[in-house]
């Protein structure tokens, strides 16, 4: 299998055709496929037609994008050429392998002449065929789009999806100078869901610009950063269009409101249709759906493994309060984990007569002892919570020795046949204690939520409640260094499920070690 791949696109009439083709395609490569219409090919291979000739390419962009929405994570870049460049194209991806359903003989002389170094000069021609099309669905070429001279548009462009390479496939085929991208800033993004697995802002505008660069780079692109829902919409006067979907054409509408008040003239609006989802429901391709889907996955690989490969498969669970990290852990504890209980562990750490103990009474004194010579926690956490260099004191005094009790009591449950151990720990993180498990997993859900559930379960004030999410590290925190990650904001079913998938995803992992 490939990793990139540039696809010759000849037949382009049929929809049956082009799905069986792209279909085909997305078997032979795994990570990004150019696609590339050229319409005749077999014909002419040394000349390109116009494709709107023959047919209207922004239709055909549209069937290949809902095609490929149900291909999975392909990355399928329609080319927008509509001549041949003045000097061979170049594409972020070095393409590896030749597709075409052309029966032209001189397919590389073609990609030569066209792409240059973009294809790799080693790159085998493999033709696909499409068997038995059907007459009856051809696509439209009765479409007629107008074309600006300089467009805009915006979006948060999250989890980059088909419905954003269609918004910005026809944004950029419409314009003939300049297209202004606004992508959202964290301003925007406040009250998305699963705001916290959002990418960074540069990363998406790297994105944007990379699928553009690659797509038509006859355009000049503009990404700029958005805080408000107009950006430079209402800013650039030479402005001629704006391209929308059909669940944002009421906000274009506003836009040119503005622009009217400030004596601009008004923006042609070019709408087009969403994407469906590909599911049973026909909603819309949404980026909130595929975060949801990052849920109780694999978001980033571990490294390697740190525990002996004779002993447990140690994971640490850690999260802010009342994230739902306990009821995680019933439900790990239910599929066959050990549960080691590192915050229930620091009551154990400094028992009287214990070498911790030793050392946090010589560290502050004895009056934080209790009539029966224990440590006295009310009168030991008055003294480390009001300074905060007194708490890190205790803490480099507890973490150790808590992090030696963890390791005895998950010997001890792998000895009773539990192979997969889980430490549940709040500072997990903080302690580094992650230096010696496996893998990190995270709970967490919103501030709002957070607040919430502690007003609620503790009769505690807003204020305190917020009092104690900011002493915490950050989901954003968290999450940056987690393997896997789940939210408890819905029903306990849906924390269940995505308790269910990693453990079945972990188990894959295991058995490849």
């Given amino acids: ?126 033709q696909l065929r499409a068997a038995n099309p059907s007459s009856d669905s051809d696509i439209e070429s009765s479409v007629v789009v107008r074309r600006v001279a300089a467009n805009c548009l915006g979006g948060t462009f999250d989890q980059f999806h088909n419905g954003h390479r269609l918004l910005l496939a026809e944004a950029a085929f419409i314009s003939n100078e300049k297209l202004v991208v606004g992508v959202s800033d964290e301003k925007l993004l406040e009250r998305k869901i ?98 949801k889907q990052l849920l109780g996955s694999l978001l980033r690989a571990p490294t390697s493994r740190v525990t002996p490969s004779n002993g447990p498969y140690i994971v640490g669970l850690t999260g802010g309060i009342a994230s739902g990290k306990s009821s995680i852990c019933k439900h790990l504890e239910n599929l066959g984990a050990g549960i080691v209980p590192c915050d229930q562990l620091g009551h154990l750490a400094y028992c009287k007569g214990t070498e911790c103990y030793r050392k946090v009474v010589e560290a502050f004194g004895d009056d934080i002892l209790a009539p029966d010579g224990e440590i006295h926690r009310p009168s030991l956490g008055a003294k480390v919570f009001a300074d905060r260099s007194q708490l890190e004191r205790l803490n480099q005094i507890v973490w150790p020795e808590i992090g030696r009790l963890a390791y005895e009591k998950t010997m001890a449950l792998y000895e009773q046949g539990h192979k997969v151990v889980v430490h549940d720990a709040a500072v997990l993180l903080e302690a580094a204690w992650d230096k010696a498990v496996d893998e990190v997993w995270v709970a967490f859900i919103s501030k709002d939520e957070a607040v919430r559930r502690i007003i609620a379960r503790d009769k505690a004030t807003e204020q305190q409640a917020l009092a104690r999410i900011e002493k915490q590290t950050s989901n954003e925190y968290k999450i940056q260094r987690a393997n896997v990650v789940f939210c408890s904001f819905w029903e306990v079913e849906v924390t269940r499920k995505q308790v269910e998938k990693a453990w079945s995803l972990l188990q894959e992992r295991i058995a490849t070690l």
């Avoid at 990355?75 to 000097?87: A, F, N, T, V, Y």
């Avoid at 705001?195 to 998406?204: H, K, S, T, V, Y």
């Fill in 194 to 291: 699963l705001r916290e697995l959002i990418q960074p802002l540069a990363e998406r505008m790297a994105i944007v610009q990379e699928f553009l660069a690659d797509t038509k780079p006859q355009v000049q692109s503009e990404i700029v950063p958005i805080s408000d829902p107009f950006g430079p919409s209402i800013v650039y006067p030479w402005l001629d269009a704006i391209t929308v979907s059909q669940e944002t054409a009421e906000g274009a509408n506003s836009i040119n409101k503005k622009r009217v008040e400030k004596n601009m003239k008004e923006l042609y609006i070019h709408t087009i249709e969403l994407i469906p989802s590909g599911g049973d429901e026909p909603a819309k391709i949404s980026s909130t759906d595929i975060r």
């Fill in 1 to 126: 299998m490939y990793r990139t791949g540039l696809l010759l696109l000849s037949h382009i009439s049929s929809k049956s055709a082009v799905a069986q083709i792209i279909n085909e395609a997305c078997r032979q490569v795994r990570e990004h496929i150019y696609v590339h219409f050229a319409p005749g090919l077999q014909l002419n291979p040394t000349k390109f037609r116009i494709l709107n000739e023959t047919n209207n390419l922004l239709n055909v962009v549209r069937h290949v994008y809902q095609i490929t929405n149900l291909q999975g994570s392909v990355d399928i870049r329609c080319l927008l050429d509509e001549q041949i460049p003045s000097r061979p194209r170049q594409f972020r991806h070095v393409c590896e392998v030749i597709l075409t359903d052309s029966e032209a003989a001189n397919s590389k002389d073609y990609c030569n002449e066209w792409f240059g170094q973009s294809v790799h000069a080693a790159a085998p021609v493999v």
